[in-house]
């Protein structure tokens, strides 16, 4: 399993397609942080945590809310990586480097908690679970992005329809074709908008959630979902 300090190679770099994924990301990253400023009205007085930035910065879409977020000084950017090399591109956002597990901040530290492309990556279905309500413990609002499973590319392989099969023939097939690290659940497990959906029911709390999606070509690329404190 991947510690803390090892850089992660989420991106499949080298790979023909990765500057046409790039694109979409990039665009994609744009409509889902368009939705989320839309959704919640931030303030420069929002607090807001950005949970799984990235220490990549070769890619034009890595931490892209960083780049983007119209607020950085009232921004909490955290991740298991070590992140402290992007202290001096993004000098107003406060970075921290964080364990794996329970989050290491108080109840509601946070007004707002921004989640994008992590939950496909912390384990079986019960680890996404805790992992949600996790966040929803830490703020009062909280929006998460994940690529959607039925995407005929996935997009950390970047092969074509093999995620389609149940769970344990893609690692078989994975593991077949090298890719043993995305053979592990805890390193991949992928969504659909149902089970995205799902993962927050019986967080306490009284909560508003709402799913929605990216397209590309006019099919459902990546899944955002997002819910409010009542």
Not at 43 to 71: C, I
Not at 167 to 183: D, N, S, V
């Amino acid at each position: 399993m991947q510690t803390m300090t090892e850089a992660i190679d989420y991106f499949s770099k080298g790979h023909p397609l990765t500057r046409l994924r790039s694109h979409h990301a990039w665009k994609a990253r744009q409509a889902m942080l368009d939705k989320f400023l839309d959704v919640f009205q931030p303030t420069a007085r929002t607090r807001v945590l950005d949970l799984g930035v990235t220490p990549d910065t070769t890619l034009p879409e890595s931490n892209h809310f960083e780049q983007a977020y119209p607020w950085p000084q009232s921004l909490t950017a955290a991740s298991i990586e070590d992140v402290a090399g992007l202290r001096d591109r993004f000098p107003s956002v406060n970075f921290v480097q964080i364990p794996p597990g329970p989050l290491p901040f108080a109840d509601r530290s946070f007004d707002l908690v921004f989640c994008s492309a992590v939950v496909e990556h912390v384990g079986s279905r019960t680890q996404q679970q805790e992992f949600v309500r996790e966040l929803l413990r830490v703020a009062n609002g909280y929006f998460i992005t994940t690529p959607n499973r039925w995407f005929p590319l996935e997009f950390h392989t970047l092969l074509p329809l093999i995620h389609w099969l149940p769970q344990a023939q893609h690692q078989r097939l994975l593991r077949g074709l090298g890719k043993t690290f995305w053979a592990q659940t805890d390193n991949l497990n992928l969504l659909d908008a149902h089970t995205l959906g799902s993962l927050a029911d019986g967080a306490p709390g009284t909560w508003h959630h709402h799913l929605e999606v990216v397209r590309l070509m006019g099919w459902p690329s990546n899944l955002m979902a997002w819910g409010q404190r009542r």
